[in-house]
């Protein structure tokens, strides 16, 4: 593999004074809901016991971020030499004393083994104190041991060593001096946050670019919280990018607002190609079009707008609930504004499963597209598609 081989799909900004760990929730935002939580893994800033609490009481089981070991200095004996018994409450010394621990109200705790040290032969190897040995229990001492116990797993440290290094390599690819190194190029945290970014999403589409089935990029803004965040400075200068690039912009168009960014970014970036996906979702089986039938006739103004016609089934409990008749007049008025030259088949495969499934919701489609000429069908099954895409495929 390649420094340019694997994906960044988030960055953020912090302070340059917090701790390294402080970029875990924004780094994982988007992963808060998910049923199915991601591996995490990170070097040592992130193997403290705060953070992997954190990361435990969110949900994510498998978490691969190495806890420094507790060595002594010049060579004595570290924590790591004594055995820990939070179930005893005891701890251990290499010379085989036992003292019990005394934890304190925030559940920390200290064992001191002044009573044993003063004849122990073991004691210049373990303590220079004259109060003798003293060993700190953290309040997660639990969570600490239980990190320290997987990572001795050669499983565990297979994965480990065979990740990291491609992680430090993409940091390295990223931070690279053409983009002015590790140093911030600008001034206040927001713009800092907004030039990362950039120079993530730049790095990222200078790798796919080079990928022979890279054909465009589709963000699914409808289930982000903000609905106007296509609209944000640190998006629209990764769209900039895509319109230098000549890479289309899939736009999972499902509110009345995401449909009124559309002329915004047409004005913004008037060379980006910039696909509707589903004709925005309109109202399956209702009388009332609006406010969808004139967004979309404003958004077909732009001549560098297109539309995928797929996924037109109800939202809701019963996604079941629709005719061909009722998606007909849908589909015909969306050749009205567009023409079929600018409008494609999409299959919404694996959607459209729950809506009757890949046979009948494509069927319907198929059935409603004779309603046209040879050329315009063709253009509807696949000439626009190529075209757009830059597939260089003939259409069926």
Known sequence: M????????????????VHDAAAVDDLLAGHADDEHKPTVMGDCAYGNADTLAKLADAGYDDVKARVAPARGRDGRYGKD???????ASTVTCPAGHVVDIRFGKDGSGRAGFDGHCGGCPLRAACTTSTDGRTVTVHPREAVL????AAQADPAWQDAYTGTRPKVERKIAHYVRVAWGGRKARVRGKERVATDVDTRAAAVMLEELLAREHFVGVRNLIHVRPDADWVL???VDTSLGLLEHAEIPFDLVSVLPRHLEHVAVLCERHPG????????????IGRSDREPWASLLAQAAEFPNVYAKVSGLYP???????WSVEDIRPIVHYAVELFGTERLMFGSDWPICEVAGGYGAVVGALFDIFEDFAGPERAALLGGTASSVYGLGVQAP
Do not use: C, M, Y
Request: aromatic share 2%.
């Open 272 to 283: 980006l190609r910039i696909v509707i996906d589903h004709l925005s979702k309109p109202p």
């Open 2 to 17: 390649g420094p340019g081989s694997e994906i960044i799909d988030e960055v953020t900004v912090t302070a340059g004074n």
């Open 81 to 87: 030499d004594f055995d820990v018994d939070l179930h």
């Open 232 to 234: 944000s400075a640190t």
């Open 315 to 321: 939202g809701g409990d019963d996604p079941r609930r």
């Open 145 to 148: 041991q239980a990190h320290k």
